[in-house]
């Protein structure tokens, strides 16, 4: 929390908020990022071009915003490469099982009030506790 600057959370969210709105609104299409990486490898007409600018959007903005001036966090990762791998495998698995993601069901699904998308936040929140307790306090990794 020593980190925590409001100002720059309460941006961050209202970006994330109104874009999400704008995809849903102009595209009528739901942000999850699974969804729009999962239908760009089943392409319908139409779709790969919004998909395609969706998801390198994502992979540019840092580098964008570095380029203004700001400072990207140092990243380290604590894990071994192996365990990084499976738990890409599971997330991805528990995407599809879930029928979306946080930021599908997270973000725009409790948005929209769905009762799906609330449950299935509930459940990925839920996971998580369960998981940074066992891996951080019983476990000991």
Do not use: K, Q
Not at 25 to 36: D, E
Not at 107 to 122: K, W
């Amino acid at each position: 929390m020593e980190n925590f600057t409001p100002v720059s959370a309460l941006a961050g969210g209202v970006l994330i908020g109104t874009s999400s709105a704008l995809l849903l609104v102009l595209n009528g299409r739901i942000a999850g990022i699974s969804g729009i990486l999962g239908g760009l490898l089943h392409p319908s007409h139409g779709e790969v071009g919004w998909r395609g600018a969706f998801l390198v959007g994502l992979l540019i903005a840092p580098l964008v915003y570095r380029t203004f001036g700001g400072a990207l966090p140092p990243v380290s990762l604590d894990a071994p490469l192996g365990i990084l791998v499976a738990a890409g495998l599971l997330v991805g698995f528990g995407s599809r099982l879930g029928a979306g993601c946080t930021s599908g069901h997270g973000v725009c699904g409790i948005g929209r009030g769905s009762p799906r998308s609330i449950a299935a936040t509930l459940v990925f929140m839920a996971v998580a506790v369960v998981t940074v307790l066992l891996t951080r306090h019983v476990i000991g990794t």
